[in-house]
Structure formats: structure tokens, C-alpha cells
């Protein structure tokens, strides 16, 4: 099992380009093509059972629908009018609440979180709202407990849910450092409540989806009677298998909405449009914040910032039991590319990197086949994976910084940077890997006397290299 379902698949090193900004110039029916090769190839390669996609510019609709199947047994397609879980998704709803609490004076970013949840043990620190909305706030995470997944059939109240983790020692101190936190938007969604008066759905509805029109977003229900809701997938052992039941209330306001691509697409534009907070409140969910050191890390109030040819991106993902989710917004040319998916077995970020790309005009990086990756990773020794094990740290385009390790979990070998999340690397050969989320990214090592001296790693048309460091 998992880890955690609706975390964000955060991007290692997201939003480095070098290029310089070229407006999409597309047409409708050259993108349609590639668009529908690219989602059949996914479709093809994660034998996720459906996907459906909406990619706007403006007021061009470049691609709008589905393929495959929202419901296996019944033999359903899925439309741009399915309605998906979109797990973490949720945080962007949850911080522009907070957001619009902020701008109604009933709520401070720099507010203690005793204020409004005063039964949560901050063991002596103070956590602020704004650390809860940067994860940045060092309380644990609840998916990460042991007990939780022990209850997924049972309805928990939020304060059961904070529980799992209210014990626990916090992870860094408040504001020294970033690690991504269920546990810190679902005090967030108790924040919502206590400020406003009124249930997280409940405010939600009045506040965003109602007055936007978004006429199929909902808190999930658990057990959806609708047809229009999508069946949720995962990976088994003999296959494609109906995804393992969890109740609704336990993402709460980190993961608990569902919409369709039509709906989100709606929101991304009504949110970075000033219709749902100010424009000030925008940009500080979608800048990349600082801790109390100075140094940058790679997320805003619940959105990811990035940069592809010269455009500002504004990104997020979203997994849960069942269901994988991406977007990405680019504001200069009002372009949303959306993918929602009834699979937790690989996530559609990539296939949202590539119509980004095509959307631009560049050509799609294309993954190895699952059975090439397969046997490449297999061939990496033992010896070798240790010779590569260690710290090194990356310098940067900026100038800035940046340690990384690599290390092994249980079989797998993995990268982390500083203050992101850990991801698996997939041997290339001649000790050169790459992540699942990238297709296009590389790492390659130096070797020297059977030891690895350096790191390159390629993104995004940017080449940085970081020496071993003891």
C-alpha cells in the first residue's frame, strides 16, 4: 500500500527553464491529434482503465474528453463530464477559503493554530495558519500512521483524524524546513470551520461553487449512486482491481472534492481571474514561499509555481484510492490542461507535461515501454546502486543551493532534495536514471575508482551539476 493517496506529486526541481517566452500559437486540430495519442498512450502504458481531459486556451477549446472506462463492469466510457475524486487537488479550495477568511478579517496568516483548534498539542511551538498552508509547519502526517488505514471503512470526525498523529514528536522545528502535510489542511479544513461558522462543505458551496457555476464539484460522497461519478482503480496483483474503500471524511479538506475537467478548468480561470480571492491573495498561493532561513522552496498556499518557456505555471496533483489527478495553469495565455484518471497506479502528470509541451509547439517526450524500464532497473548492481548512495548538492541557476540525496528503500533507490518529497529513480543504464514523473528528466553520475564524484541532472532544458559531499 501507499504511503499516503493524496499527496502531491510534486515535480523534484519543478519550473526550471531556460527558454525564452513564445506564446501557444497551435491550431485546434493539430493539438486534437496529439492530444489523443498521448492520452492513449498513457491509457495503453499505466493500464489505467479511463482518463478523461480538458485542455482551454482562451476561449479555444483545443481538447475536451475521454477515453477508455469510468466503469469497468458496466463497460462505461468516461466523458469531460465524468465526475472524478481529485484528491490533494482539494488543497487549492481549502487555501483560497482560508484565503477569503483572511480577506473578511476573520482569520490572520500569522494567527496561532491554538486559536482555532486549541485541543491540537503544539508541545510548546507556535504554528502559524501560514505554515499549515505551506506545509512548512512540522506537524506530522497522519497517512503516515500505522493505525490509519486500519480505519478506512469507519467515518472519522476531524478531531479523530488529528489524533493519530497529535502524540507525535514534530518533524523539524515550525518554519525551518518543507515537507508535505495531510495532517496541516485538515486543521485547516477545522480553521474553516471555527472562523466561519459553518461545515467545510458547506462553506465551500456557498462560497465557491454556487456563485462559480461549478455545478458538478462536491465534497466526494463515499458510496456515489450517480452514474456520472467515475469507479475508482488501482494496481493488483493480477491486474486492473476496483480500488480499496475509504471513507470520505478521512481526506477531509486535504482530499475529499470531486469535480469534472470542465469544472476545474472553470476554476482555475475564476481564481487566477480575482473571482474567487483578490489578486493579491493569488499571488501568494501561487509564489513560491520562504522559510525562516531565506531559502525558496517550491510551493505557495496549496499551488505549485513553475516555468516552461518563459510562462509562469501554476500546478498541482492529487491521488487518492482510486483516482489520479493534474493541472496545470499557464496565466499569460489562459491555457488549462487538465487530466483526471479512475487509477492510482500512475499518475497523469506526465501526460499534462507533454500537452504543455505540444501546446507550445515542442514535440512530446516519450517514456520507455513499462517492460524496457523493467528490465534496465534490473540492471544496475548492487554495487553500483552503493557506489551512488550519498549527499551531493546542486548548484542552481539562481545561484542558490540545493542538497540532495540519494538513498535505498528497501529495493528501490531514491532521490530527495532538500525539503521535497523522496522519489524512486528508474535505471537507464551506463548510470543514467530517470523518475517516473519526468520522462524527460536525467540524472547521470561521474564515476571515479568505482565511487560517484558528482551529479548532472538535465530538466527542462537546464544542465546542473552538484559535487559528492561527505
Not at 244 to 255: E, M, N, R, T, V
Not at 317 to 335: E, H
Not at 345 to 367: F, I, T, W
Amino acid at each position: 500500500m501507499k504511503r499516503a493517496f493524496f499527496l502531491a506529486g510534486l515535480a523534484l526541481l519543478a519550473g526550471l527553464s531556460s527558454a525564452t517566452a513564445q506564446h501557444s500559437t497551435i491550431t485546434r486540430d493539430a493539438f486534437r491529434l496529439r492530444a489523443d495519442s498521448l492520452v492513449l498512450a498513457y491509457l495503453a502504458e499505466s493500464h489505467a482503465p479511463g482518463a478523461s481531459f480538458a485542455v482551454i486556451r482562451g476561449n479555444d477549446t483545443l481538447a475536451f474528453g475521454g477515453y477508455g472506462l469510468a466503469n469497468v463492469d458496466a463497460s462505461k466510457a468516461p466523458t469531460a463530464a465524468t465526475i472524478y475524486e481529485i484528491g490533494s487537488n482539494t488543497k487549492q479550495f481549502t487555501s483560497a477559503a482560508i484565503m477569503k477568511l483572511v480577506e473578511q478579517g476573520r482569520v490572520k496568516l500569522d494567527d496561532d493554530l491554538s486559536k482555532y483548534v486549541p485541543q491540537f498539542p503544539l508541545q510548546g511551538r507556535k504554528v502559524s495558519i501560514h505554515q499549515l498552508l505551506t506545509h512548512t509547519s512540522g506537524i506530522h502526517d497522519y497517512t503516515s500512521s500505522k493505525e490509519w488505514p486500519k480505519t478506512w471503512n469507519d467515518p472519522l470526525s476531524p478531531d479523530s483524524i488529528i489524533r493519530f498523529v497529535a502524540a507525535d514528536t514534530f518533524d523539524f522545528a515550525p518554519g525551518s524546513a518543507y515537507r508535505y502535510d495531510n495532517t496541516g489542511y485538515v486543521l485547516l479544513g477545522m480553521v474553516i470551520e471555527k472562523a466561519s461558522g459553518q461545515k467545510y462543505a458547506d462553506y465551500l458551496n456557498a462560497q465557491f461553487f454556487k456563485p462559480l457555476g461549478l455545478r458538478q464539484t462536491s465534497y466526494c460522497p463515499s458510496r456515489p449512486s450517480d452514474p456520472a461519478f467515475a469507479l475508482g482503480y488501482s494496481k493488483g496483483t493480477t491486474g486492473t482491481e476496483r480500488a480499496k474503500f475509504l471513507d470520505q471524511s478521512h481526506p477531509f479538506a486535504a482530499g475529499a472534492l470531486c469535480a469534472t475537467v470542465g469544472d476545474f478548468v472553470k476554476w482555475q480561470r475564476a481564481l487566477a481571474g480575482g473571482k474567487v480571492v483578490s489578486p493579491a491573495s493569488y499571488a501568494l498561493m501561487s509564489t513560491a514561499d520562504t522559510l525562516n532561513s531565506g531559502r525558496k522552496i517550491n510551493y505557495g498556499f496549496g499551488l505549485v509555481p513553475g516555468e516552461f518557456n518563459g510562462h509562469k505555471t501554476v500546478s498541482h496533483t492529487g491521488g487518492i484510492p482510486g483516482f489520479t489527478t493534474a493541472a496545470t495553469y499557464v496565466p499569460d495565455d489562459s491555457l488549462s490542461i487538465v487530466v483526471f484518471t479512475n487509477y492510482d497506479g500512475e499518475s497523469p502528470q506526465r501526460v499534462v507535461q507533454n500537452l504543455l509541451r505540444v501546446a507550445y509547439g515542442e514535440a512530446p517526450v516519450v517514456a520507455s515501454p513499462p517492460r524496457a524500464r523493467a528490465a534496465a532497473a534490473t540492471s544496475l548492481s548492487p554495487v553500483d546502486r552503493d557506489a551512488i548512495v550519498g549527499s551531493y548538492v546542486l548548484k542552481l541557476p539562481n545561484g542558490q543551493l540545493l542538497p540532495i540525496k540519494f538513498f535505498i528503500d528497501g529495493a528501490r533507490l531514491m532521490a530527495q532534495a532538500q525539503g521535497q518529497d523522496a522519489n524512486e529513480l528508474q535505471y537507464l543504464g551506463n548510470y543514467a536514471f530517470g523518475v517516473a514523473f519526468d520522462p524527460a528528466l536525467r540524472f547521470t553520475f561521474t564515476m571515479d575508482a568505482g565511487k560517484a564524484t558528482k551529479v548532472t541532472l538535465l530538466q527542462g532544458g537546464a544542465t546542473i551539476e552538484g559535487p559528492r559531499v561527505p
